[in-house]
């Protein structure tokens, strides 16, 4: 069964430069969730979707938004970036939704501000 | 306001010997309990979890113990092991109906 996978795994863009992250979930997880990683901080939650509806979102600015599709891939989307939104961009599935809170990670998409 | 704490970013172990991991919360709301593992370039791995209702969830060499009464809960890895070395995530959540919310990490070096 495939896991979780992330496109792309890196990338390189500038301030003020806009960038798409994709995810697909495993095979029948409708739930997808979102989270960036940076040094020290942990991970932190970005937002949650489950049937193409935001379910949850996280203390991020507007800039920040994503969307899902009825195939369960998600996207996210980051606008107008800025130096601090370099960090690793990890995208978790889960079956139904947050019961058991098991969430499957893919590798994550590193992305780099310069 | 950080809801879960690892208050020790890094710990390092001799291979053979017990690690245990902290972590400590503030939402008493918080009834479910994992521990996720990282490996550099990977994805978190979920470990171990616990329900509020148990003091204790067991998983071969993994334990995991909650006090609830204290909002703190540890991983106990016995015998630890040099690939045991990751980066581990206490997180938590709210009968299902809130997203995980992690702590910060706390790096485990095991040294052979």
């Known amino acids: 069964k495939a896991g979780v996978t992330q496109t792309p795994r890196y990338l390189i863009k500038t301030r003020g430069q806009q960038v798409t992250l994709s995810c697909s979930p495993i095979?029948?997880?409708?739930?997808v969730s979102w989270y960036q990683q940076t040094p020290g901080q942990g991970l932190q939650f970005l937002f949650e979707?489950?049937?193409?509806?935001?379910?949850n979102k996280g203390n991020f600015p507007g800039r920040f938004s994503g969307r899902q599709f009825s195939n369960s891939r998600s996207e996210m989307n980051v606008s107008t970036l800025e130096l601090g939104d370099s960090a690793l961009y990890l995208c978790?599935?889960?079956?139904?939704?947050?019961?058991?809170?098991?969430?499957?990670f893919g590798e994550g998409s590193r992305l780099t501000v310069l | 306001d950080q809801q879960v704490k690892q208050n020790s970013p890094s710990l390092s172990v001799q291979e053979g010997r017990i690690s245990i991991l902290n972590c400590d919360y503030t939402?008493?709301?918080?009834?479910?309990f994992l521990w996720y593992k990282k490996y550099p370039a990977e994805g978190p791995t979920f470990l171990i979890s616990?329900?509020?209702?148990?003091d204790k969830n067991e998983d071969g060499r993994f334990t995991v113990f909650l006090n609830k009464s204290a909002k703190h809960l540890s991983l106990h890895i016995v015998p630890s092991q040099p690939g045991d070395s990751a980066v581990y995530f206490c997180?938590?959540?709210?009968?299902?109906?809130?997203?995980?919310?992690f702590g910060k990490g706390t790096r485990l070096s095991v040294i052979a």
């Open positions: 978790a599935s889960s079956l139904i939704g947050r019961s058991t809170g098991e969430l499957f």
């Open positions: 616990i329900s509020s209702i148990k």
């Open positions: 997180a938590a959540s709210e009968s299902g109906n809130t997203p995980l919310v």
């Open positions: 939402n008493s709301m918080f009834d479910y």
């Open positions: 095979s029948g997880h409708r739930s």
């Open positions: 979707y489950f049937s193409e509806t935001q379910r």
